[in-house]
């Protein structure tokens, strides 16, 4: 049963361009967040989801998105930030998180031509960031993405290299 169900995994990136299909699975995305993410404004939720700097990776299942990772690639500095990830709650701990973010890294690294990743983690969610690869250290040289990323109170900064070669999926 759980191998018939992970075949019909499908993983997408898209952003907010203007394809009514991709729209709707951009809702469904910002309707996970504004429930897994209980601390974020649901208007600071859906103004980056809609904005058409940011892209996402999502999941779908049985044509329902079950999660995603909200990002904004900055393709000149090689980074991307990623603003928002979360799973679905009944599908949380299965596995989807860790294919969510590979798919990340591979697209990221495929498409955006980026190198590393950073986010500021809640504090409970740096467990899941380092099963991921994230470090506290930074690594990344302080211009190439100073001033860039909104820095937030209560978050923890955390890089993640993009292996170059790695296949990750
Ligand atoms: C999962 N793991 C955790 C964890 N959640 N470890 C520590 N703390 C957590 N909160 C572990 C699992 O046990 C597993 O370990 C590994 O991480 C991957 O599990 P998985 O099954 O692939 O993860 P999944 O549950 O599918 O997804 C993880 C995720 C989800 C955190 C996205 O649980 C979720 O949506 N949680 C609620 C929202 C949330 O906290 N989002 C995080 C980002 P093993 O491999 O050893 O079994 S918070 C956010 O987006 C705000 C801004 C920001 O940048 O942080």
């Known amino acids: 049963k ?5 075949g019909r995994l499908k993983f997408v990136c898209y952003s907010n361009d203007g394809v009514d299909e991709h729209m709707v699975w951009l809702i469904g995305l910002k309707n996970i967040f504004g429930r897994q993410l209980p601390n974020m404004p649901k208007e600071y939720i859906v103004r980056l989801v809609m904005d ?10 049985r044509n329902q998105v079950v999660g995603g990772i909200t990002y904004r690639p900055y393709v000149s500095q090689k980074f991307g930030e990623i603003a928002f990830c979360a799973i679905t709650a009944d599908e ?5 998180g860790t294919r969510l973010m590979n798919h990340l890294k591979q697209h990221a690294r495929d498409v955006d031509g980026l190198t590393h990743f950073l986010t500021y983690a809640d504090n409970n969610a740096v ?9 506290k250290e930074i690594h990344l040289e302080k211009d190439r993405w100073q001033g860039y990323i909104k820095d937030y109170d209560g978050g923890i900064l955390m890089e993640c290299k993009i292996d170059p070669k790695l296949p990750y999926t």
């Open 92 to 96: 949380q701990v299965k596995g989807y």
């Open 127 to 135: 467990g899941y960031f380092i099963k991921q690869g994230f470090t």
């Open 52 to 61: 058409r700097s940011h892209k996402s990776v999502m999941v779908i299942r």
């Open 2 to 6: 759980r191998e018939e169900e992970a």
